[in-house]
């Protein structure tokens, strides 16, 4: 995607902005005539947004519905779960001392992810953990890659609306964000490999384990 964006990828960025923080959620409609009077665009405009949308894997046509917030099914979420074992492991892999820069911002993430489990705002609490490992893959230092795990975590994100205790679901991994941060500062990647890699495999079981509990 070029530095220029168009109306249309600007609203599809903001709709998927809203997908992340879990303001829209699986089955919810996407109705062409409403987003047209909340973003002043033009219906071509908004459906050239849900185009975009659709492409990322995060909406789909339903015949006398329109589009709507898909729901993932389980072989998505374990190709999700293999390109997360691509990409973040790889970046922890390749990663030098890091910035200062990048240690704020994870710091930043995991600040944001204990205020709102103070807070017990659970589906806040999944939004800033999953920004965490976006600022994992920000490591490798491409843009592209960096565009394409922002697809992957909305994809994510829609998975994980699907708990029914959120409390219990996202309870584990604000310390084992916390410690692969601590282990990344303190220069030990292969550790932070290795906690990255349990955290990913504990990660997906419970994910597949939502679709045994719908």
Same mark, same amino acid.
């Given at each position: 995607?070029?530095? $220029?964006?168009?109306?249309?990828?600007?609203?599809?960025?903001?709709?998927?902005?809203?997908?992340?923080?879990?303001?829209?959620?699986?089955?919810?409609?996407?109705?062409?005539?409403?987003?047209?009077?909340?973003?002043?665009?033009?219906?071509?405009? $908004?459906?050239?947004?849900?185009?975009?949308?659709?492409?990322?894997?995060?909406?789909?046509?339903?015949?006398?519905?329109?589009?709507?917030?898909?729901?993932?099914?389980?072989?998505?979420?374990?190709?999700?779960?293999?390109?997360?074992?691509?990409?973040?492991?790889?970046? $922890?892999?390749?990663?030098?001392?890091?910035?200062?820069?990048?240690?704020?911002?994870?710091?930043?993430?995991?600040?944001?992810?204990?205020?709102?489990?103070?807070?017990?705002?659970?589906?806040?609490?999944?939004?800033?953990?999953?920004?965490?490992?976006?600022?994992?893959?920000?490591?490798?230092?491409?843009?592209?890659?960096?565009?394409?795990?922002?697809?992957?975590?909305?994809?994510?994100?829609?998975?994980?609306?699907?708990?029914?205790?959120?409390?219990?679901?996202?309870?584990?991994?604000?310390?084992?964000?916390?410690?692969? #941060?601590?282990?990344?500062?303190?220069?030990?990647?292969?550790?932070?490999?290795?906690?990255?890699?349990? #955290?990913?495999?504990?990660?997906?079981?419970?994910?597949?384990?939502?679709?045994?509990?719908?």
């Amino acid at each position: 995607m070029g530095s $220029i964006l168009t109306l249309a990828d600007q609203i599809a960025l903001e709709l998927r902005a809203d997908i992340i923080g879990g303001r829209l959620l699986p089955g919810m409609a996407l109705v062409e005539a409403d987003l047209v009077k909340v973003y002043n665009a033009s219906r071509n405009t $908004i459906r050239e947004a849900l185009h975009r949308l659709g492409h990322e894997g995060l909406t789909r046509y339903v015949r006398n519905k329109g589009v709507i917030v898909r729901r993932l099914v389980p072989g998505e979420v374990r190709d999700l779960f293999a390109v997360r074992r691509t990409l973040e492991l790889q970046a $922890i892999a390749g990663s030098r001392a890091l910035t200062n820069d990048q240690s704020e911002h994870m710091q930043n993430a995991i600040d944001a992810t204990t205020l709102a489990r103070e807070r017990e705002d659970w589906r806040a609490v999944a939004t800033h953990s999953l920004l965490f490992h976006q600022q994992i893959v920000g490591l490798i230092g491409s843009p592209l890659f960096d565009e394409f795990f922002a697809q992957v975590i909305a994809q994510l994100r829609l998975v994980f609306c699907a708990a029914p205790d959120e409390r219990r679901f996202q309870s584990p991994w604000l310390e084992r964000d916390c410690e692969i #941060y601590t282990l990344l500062a303190n220069g030990n990647k292969l550790a932070a490999q290795e906690a990255m890699s349990v #955290y990913l495999h504990d990660s997906e079981r419970l994910s597949l384990a939502l679709f045994d509990h719908p």
